[in-house]
Structures are given as C-alpha cells and as structure tokens.
C-alpha cells in the first residue's frame, strides 16, 4: 500500500457561502475561505490554519453584520475551528449575523506573515 503526498503553497483565497442577503433575527450564515494553489486547485483542509476577518460598513460607523463565535451559536464548530476560537482566534470557517439594516463588505485574510495572497 502506497500513498503519494503533495505539498503546495497557498496562492489566494477565495470566500463562498450559500447567502449574500442577511435578515435580522435570522440564524447566522456561514462564511468559508477556501484556498488554492497556483494552478486553482483546491487545498483539501485548512481547518486551524487563523485567519483575519474584517467587517467594513459601507455607509455608516454602524457595522450591521456581527461575527458571532460557534461556541454561542447552536451549530457544531468544524474541526479545527473550536480550538482556534478557544485561543480567541478564528478559523476559515465563521458565522455571520444581520445586527441592523445596512450594507457591509466581510473580508478575510491569512494572519500568519508566511502567507502573502489575494483574493
């Protein structure tokens, strides 16, 4: 039995979810980095790899989204991700809730200096 193994660098970082629309008093959304390499190919896991997410509103000081940890939602944290937030860190997976009426942009980014992607 054998298995061969590839190590790649992380070339960019795209988000994905299954809402772009947020409604107040709903259940949270899930946001999700993906990773990829050179060639567009998709890592398989970068579960406790942290990242950095930003909310920037795009009309007030008010942000209208709120980042809201696994451990005070009732959705079960993917691997890796319960950790990172027990070191108040975040993972490449986070819950997203509407706070108030409004537009914002959220953006992620890898916080290790090692790692220099785009979007």
């Given at each position: ?29 899930k946001m999700v980095v ?86």
């Open positions: 039995l054998s298995c061969g193994v590839s190590v790649d660098t992380i070339r960019r970082i795209q988000l994905s979810t299954t809402t772009k629309v947020l409604f107040l008093d709903a259940a949270p959304a993906h990773a990829l390499n050179s060639e567009g190919d998709m890592f398989s896991s970068v579960g406790e790899i942290p990242f950095e997410w930003r909310i920037n509103s795009m009309a007030s000081a008010e942000r209208p989204l709120r980042i809201v940890p696994f451990s005070q939602s009732k959705y079960e944290a993917p691997d890796g991700i319960r950790e990172l937030e027990e070191n108040k860190k975040r993972g490449n997976v986070v819950l997203v809730e509407g706070v108030s009426t409004g537009a914002a942009n959220l953006q992620a980014s890898l916080v290790e200096p090692f790692f220099k992607v785009g979007f």
